[in-house]
């Protein structure tokens, strides 16, 4: 059975900065998503399995950085944060090489439980 552990959330200030991990069972072509109260899973960020091809969404772009650090476990950098960025972060498992080019939930089989970054103003 596939298993994702996000860590690295917590409480920052606007402003402030924080690095976001995921570690999976196995090697996988992953995504970061994040999910406000009241509001649908948001996509973030996607990278291939070996690491070498990134996808950002939009708002993500300059601020947000993923990377891989081994063949199982992925990271969110997570830099000039404000208070819209508050959310829980998951990361998902997808099969395959090659990083989602769609922002739907649906092209990932497996997510973690997800880590609460809160950003205070």
């Known amino acids: 059975q596939v298993q994702l552990v996000e860590s690295g959330g917590g409480l920052v200030q606007a402003g402030g900065s924080l690095r976001l991990s995921c570690v999976a069972s196995?090697?996988?072509?992953m995504g970061w998503f994040r999910q406000a109260p009241g509001k649908e899973r948001e996509y973030v960020a996607a990278?291939?399995?070996?690491?070498?091809?990134l996808l950002y969404a939009d708002f993500a772009k300059g601020r947000f950085f993923c990377s891989r650090h081994n063949k199982n476990s992925v990271y969110l950098q997570m830099n000039n944060l404000t208070p819209e960025d508050t959310a829980v972060y998951y990361c998902?498992?997808?099969?395959?090489?090659?990083?989602?080019?769609?922002?739907?939930?649906?092209?990932?089989?497996?997510w973690g439980r997800g880590t609460q970054v809160t950003v205070s103003s």
């Open positions: 990278i291939s399995r070996s690491g070498d091809r």
């Open positions: 998902g498992a997808r099969m395959g090489d090659e990083p989602s080019p769609s922002p739907s939930t649906q092209d990932y089989s497996y």
């Open positions: 196995g090697s996988y072509a």
